[in-house]
C-alpha cells in the first residue's frame, strides 16, 4: 500500500511570531529566511494570517508581509491565511492582491475569514460599523472585483481587475464550510487551533459543493501542528513553547513565544494540561518514525487534499529543522 502523503502537497502557515525580547523586525527577518528555507523543501505555499493587537505576532498588516515575502523568493506561492474581510472593504482587498498579483504572477493566493483576528475592543476600531453579517456579500463583491472587466462596470479595482487572483474560505466552523460549498471556492479549516468541527466541515464542503470558473471539484486543505526532530525527546522538548502559547491563549495572557522548559508540570494545572491538549488535538510532535505513521493515518481518515504545517519552535534552526523533516512526508511541489 503507498502512501497516502506521498500524493498530497504540503503548505506552511506562519504567524511572524514574536519571541521573547524581539522586536518586530526580528520576527520578519525570521519569517523571510523561513520562506526561504521551505521553498527549498518543496512546499507549495507559505500563508500569513491577519491578527491584531497581539504582542506574539507580527502578521498584522498581512498584504505588506505578502508583498515581502514574495519579493525575497521566487517559486513558492505566498498568501493570506488569512485576511479577515469584515476588516476590510473588498475594493481594497482587490487592489491590494491585484497589486501582489500583478508583481508575482501566478504565485498569490486569497484565503479569507470571517473573525475577527482580535479583541472585541480592537475590533471595533479595525472595523468601524461593519458586520460579519456582511461577509458573503463581500466575498462575492471580492470576486466580482478580480474578475475581468464586464461592461457598465463604474468602480474597478486596478490592479486587481482581470487577474482572478484564487480565493480560499477559511473556517473553524460548518458555516464557511457551507458558503465555499456553495460558491465553488477552495476551503481550508483550521484543525491546528479548533478541531471540533473538522469531519463535519469538510463533510458539508464535499456534499454541498458547486462547481464554479475557478473550480471543477471540492478541494480541501486542513492546517495541524507539527514539531519533528531528530528525537521524541527533542521534539517534546521544543514542544513546551508551543505548549505556553496555548496556555496562553486560555488564560487570555497573551506574551511572547517563550523558550522551552524540562517540565510543563510545573506551569499549568492538570485542567489547563487537557484543555490544552484538546484545543490542540491535531498535533504530530516526535522524531519521523513517531510522526510519519500518525500524519498518514490523518491524511487517509480525513482525505484531505492538501495539509498546512504550523510549526511554533523558539529556535530558528530547530524550526526549520522541523519543516525539513515533515516536508519528507509529502509530495514535492510541481510534482
Not at 59 to 68: E, F, H, N, P, R
Request: hydrophobic residues 40%; charged residues 20%; contains cysteine.
Amino acid at each position: 500500500m503507498g502512501s497516502r502523503l506521498k500524493e498530497i502537497p504540503a503548505g506552511v502557515l506562519d504567524l511572524a511570531t514574536l519571541r521573547e525580547g524581539d522586536t518586530p523586525s526580528d520576527a520578519l527577518t525570521r519569517s523571510l529566511s523561513l520562506a526561504r528555507a521551505v521553498e527549498r523543501f518543496g512546499y507549495t505555499r507559505i500563508w500569513y494570517a491577519e491578527h491584531h493587537n497581539m504582542e506574539n505576532i507580527a502578521s498584522s498588516a498581512t498584504a505588506v508581509l505578502i508583498g515581502y515575502i514574495a519579493g525575497g523568493t521566487t517559486s513558492i506561492r505566498v498568501g493570506s491565511g488569512g485576511i479577515m474581510l469584515p476588516n476590510h472593504a473588498p475594493l481594497i482587498v482587490a487592489e491590494q492582491f491585484g497589486t501582489l498579483e500583478a508583481l508575482y504572477p501566478g504565485r498569490i493566493d486569497l484565503g479569507l475569514g470571517r473573525a475577527p483576528g482580535t479583541d472585541p475592543l480592537t475590533s471595533r476600531a479595525l472595523r468601524r460599523g461593519t458586520s460579519v453579517e456582511d461577509f458573503p456579500a463581500d466575498v462575492q463583491a471580492l470576486r466580482n472585483y478580480l474578475a475581468p472587466y464586464q461592461e457598465g462596470n463604474r468602480v474597478r479595482a486596478i490592479p486587481g481587475e482581470g487577474s482572478e487572483v484564487p480565493i480560499w474560505l477559511l473556517g473553524s466552523s460548518t458555516f464557511s464550510a457551507r458558503l465555499a460549498a456553495a460558491m465553488g471556492l477552495p476551503f481550508a479549516f483550521a484543525s491546528h487551533f479548533a478541531p471540533t468541527y473538522l469531519y463535519e466541515a469538510l463533510g458539508i464542503y464535499r456534499q454541498h459543493f458547486q462547481p464554479s470558473p475557478q473550480l471543477e471539484a471540492p478541494y480541501a486543505l486542513a492546517c495541524i501542528n507539527v514539531i519533528a526532530a531528530d528525537t521524541d525527546a527533542e521534539a517534546h522538548k521544543l514542544a513546551t513553547s508551543f505548549y505556553g502559547l496555548a496556555l496562553g491563549i486560555i488564560r487570555d495572557r497573551r506574551r511572547p513565544l517563550q523558550p522551552p522548559v524540562e517540565d510543563m508540570d510545573a506551569l499549568w494545572s492538570v485542567p489547563e494540561r487537557e484543555a490544552v491538549r484538546a484545543m490542540m488535538q491535531y498535533s504530530f510532535i516526535g522524531s519521523p518514525a513517531t510522526i510519519q505513521p500518525a500524519l498518514e493515518d490523518f491524511a487517509v481518515r480525513t482525505a484531505i487534499d492538501e495539509i498546512m504545517i504550523c510549526a511554533h519552535i523558539y529556535d530558528e534552526q530547530a524550526k526549520i529543522r522541523s519543516y525539513e523533516i515533515a516536508s519528507d512526508f509529502f509530495r514535492p511541489a510541481g510534482i
